[in-house]
């Protein structure tokens, strides 16, 4: 079977505005969604989900929070560490106040919380672009970490300033504490990120998506055409902070268990999403996956060839990661700004052709 | 683009559209009547009274006053920096002029931003091409259904109900438009990759979608090579004619102006130096001579 479009042809408008226009993408997604689900979960083990695909699943649900305000919005954001602590301290707060209620339903309040508060800070974009944006955002990501870190009633006065989450079950099964399970982990995480992509992939498709490319491709133009820019930013900060609140929200609750603010959504945080971003590329939902997966993978395997496989130093190995991180974000910064999500497309072009490329 | 050349003042090639001279003072007897070529003009659609509009120190607009009637292509003209684009830019909302009023269907409108402007039907065109290019030529021109759609943000997120049938319904006005502009074959690609006449063109197509009562075209034809002006200038005619649309354009090309318009607005230094049909302003003292470059007092 030839991947290409002779033959596949839309009759309805519905059709030819679908996420896979093509049969083939369609049935390869569907194939992915159905080993994510009822593959995996079988096989996973403790070091898969803690390396590999929980922090891929909650990085990619971060990355894709932020492509939309910075992708498909065109508003830079610096402050997404500090976004999450909120999802994350949200959650806690919402969790030991209400232990009855479902976490599933406090960490989408968690999303609704950190949406409010990506709001507020998304105000000063109505005023300022670009690089002053940019340090809007970094004074809210110190602000955040500073307001968590000060004020104990956000950790409920525990001596060592962490939170900690207790042990909260869905359906019976562990969800959260130390001792959950691989699979449980893995599902949770699992589901929120494919809602998400799914929420987030229907948003940038209709009306509103095409408002905020309208507004970061030409904001004068988009004025003229009826965008309101104070909503389309805000609905984009809101969004985009909804998110990352769930990454938030998850990264502390299922990943991690316990945090420090500082430590789990300092300003690091808010770079390494952004690399993902623009590793995996701007302005599109499998370039969030695939960046994610590429910053998630790229230690894991580098451990394990480098250091695993040809002995080097631990710390020479993680030079290595930054000095290929810089060169990377350098590369696509320059040469592909579209990311990953644009090779991936281009080499797909080029299957659609072969083997007749004229 | 400065309209030098003395023989662009010549007759219009295409005398077909040259009209029935109708009521040109403003304030004074606007019946409605037809054109030569059988298009309808009604009444003021909208009224432009003593508009003054200053850039610091620098007056770009000195009380001018002028009407655009329902049905009619109303062109503005003048040499490079006479405040023509000023002018679209008051209309569209961009400027809040510091003096005079903007009338629009009857009513006096408020200082207003221009989102809200084009929620009035009011839609336009930039001199300079404004157009998204990270988009694709329908998605530019879909942006042009916007102040038409009416599901929320849920229903968009869950792609359900109204969000996707509204989809279908819009996208089905947005392939008339692309028919009508003769753009199918570009449907898909990004808009950044296109020539600049057809840039022109899908910009023309995103404005359209709107829907307008009032399309404004700053300079719709400039930097076009011949083939693409008449094509232009066929598709603002049928624009004109078919949807009667009304239509104030800026254009340098005076044969242009001359076969479109119903009636000319001439501007020179921010002033008003001539108002009228195309005949009238062409034999304009005035004018001849603000294009003729006689030194200002
Ligand atoms: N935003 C602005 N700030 C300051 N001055 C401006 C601004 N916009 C226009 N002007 C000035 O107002 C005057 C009229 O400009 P405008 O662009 O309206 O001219 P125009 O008739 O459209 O000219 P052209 O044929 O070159 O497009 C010019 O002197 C211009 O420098
Ligand atoms: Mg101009």
Redesign the pocket.
């Known amino acids: 079977m030839f991947y290409r479009e002779a033959g596949d042809f839309k009759t309805t408008y519905s059709d030819d505005s679908q996420t896979f226009p093509l049969q083939l993408d369609r049935m390869g997604y569907y194939a992915v969604l159905a080993v994510a689900f009822l593959v995996v979960p079988f096989v996973i083990d403790d070091y898969w989900a803690t390396s590999v695909m929980v922090p891929f699943l909650i990085y990619a649900i971060a990355t894709l929070g932020l492509n939309i305000l910075t992708g498909y919005a065109g508003q830079v954001s610096l402050g997404t560490g500090g976004f999450m602590a909120v999802g994350a301290y949200a959650t806690y707060k919402l969790t030991t106040s209400f232990p009855d209620i479902s976490i599933l339903i406090h960490i989408v309040l968690a999303g609704f919380i950190t949406a409010l508060v990506g709001m507020l800070f998304g105000l000063p974009s109505l005023r300022i672009k670009g690089f002053y944006l940019a340090v809007a955002t970094l004074a809210a990501q110190f602000f955040l970490v500073w307001l968590f870190n000060k004020v104990p009633w956000f950790y409920n006065y525990s001596a060592s300033g962490q939170i900690t989450m207790p042990e909260r079950t869905v359906l019976g099964q562990l969800v959260t504490g130390p001792s959950v399970s691989a699979p449980a982990k893995y599902l949770v995480c699992l589901v929120f990120a494919v809602a998400l992509a799914w929420l987030a992939r229907n948003l940038t498709r209709g009306m509103l998506g095409r408002q905020w490319m309208a507004i970061r491709d030409m904001d004068i133009a988009a004025e003229i055409i009826g965008v309101n820019p104070l909503k389309a930013k805000l609905t984009a900060f809101g969004v985009s902070s909804f998110l990352i609140g769930i990454a938030g929200a998850l990264f502390f609750a299922v990943y991690l268990g316990a945090a420090e603010v500082g430590e789990a959504f300092g300003i690091n945080k808010s770079f390494l999403v952004l690399f993902m971003v623009i590793i995996g590329g701007l302005g599109s939902i499998f370039g969030s996956f695939a960046g994610a997966a590429f910053l998630v993978l790229l230690p894991v395997f580098l451990k394990n060839v480098l250091v695993g496989g040809m002995g080097w130093p631990t710390d020479l190995a993680a030079h290595v990661e930054l000095m290929i991180v810089g060169a990377l974000i350098v590369f696509f910064l320059i040469v592909e700004p579209h990311g990953l999500a644009q090779l991936w497309r281009l080499t797909k072009e080029k299957l659609r052709l072969w083997p007749f490329p004229h | ?1 400065t309209m030098q050349d003395s023989h662009s003042l010549a007759p219009g090639r295409h005398s077909a559209r040259t009209t029935t001279p109708g009521p040109v003072d403003q304030g004074a007897d606007v019946q409605p009547y037809v054109t030569a070529d059988g298009r309808r003009i009604g009444g003021v659609l909208m009224d432009l009274r003593n508009i003054t509009l200053r ?1 610091g120190g ?1 007056e ?1 607009i000195k009380n001018i006053s002028f009407d655009i009637r329902e049905g009619e292509i109303r062109a503005i003209i ?1 040499p ?7 002018m679209l830019n008051v209309i569209s909302g961009f400027y809040v002029p510091q003096e005079g009023e903007v009338w629009f269907k009857g009513f006096r409108r408020g200082p207003m931003r221009p989102y809200q402007v084009a929620r009035l039907g009011i839609a336009r065109t930039f ?1 300079n091409i404004a157009l998204f290019d990270g988009m694709t030529v329908l998605d530019n021109i879909m942006t042009g259904r916007l102040t038409m759609m009416k599901s929320n943000m849920l229903q968009q997120a869950l792609w359900w109900g109204t969000a996707e049938r509204e989809e279908i319904a819009h996208r089905e006005k947005v392939e008339k438009i692309i028919d009508f502009l003769e753009i199918q074959n570009i449907r898909k690609t990004p808009v950044g990759r296109l020539p600049y006449g057809l840039k022109k063109r899908v910009e023309l197509a995103r404005a359209l979608a709107a829907e307008p009562g009032l399309l404004l075209l700053d300079e719709p034809m400039a930097g076009m090579n011949v083939e693409e002006k008449e094509d232009m200038s066929r598709f603002i005619l049928d624009v004109n004619d078919e949807f009667g649309t009304t239509i104030a354009l ?1 254009e340098h090309d005076m044969g242009v102006v001359m076969d479109l318009s119903d009636r000319v607005v001439v ?1 020179d230094y921010g002033r008003k130096i001539g108002d009228g049909t195309p005949d009238e302003v062409r034999n304009n003292q005035a004018v001849i001579d603000a294009y003729l470059g006689v030194a200002h007092d």
Not at chain 2, 80 to 86: C, E, I, R, V, Y
Request: hydrophobic content about 45%; cysteine-free.
């Open positions: 683009m850039f620098v770009a003048g490079n920096g006479a405040g023509k684009s000023s001199q800026i501007m």
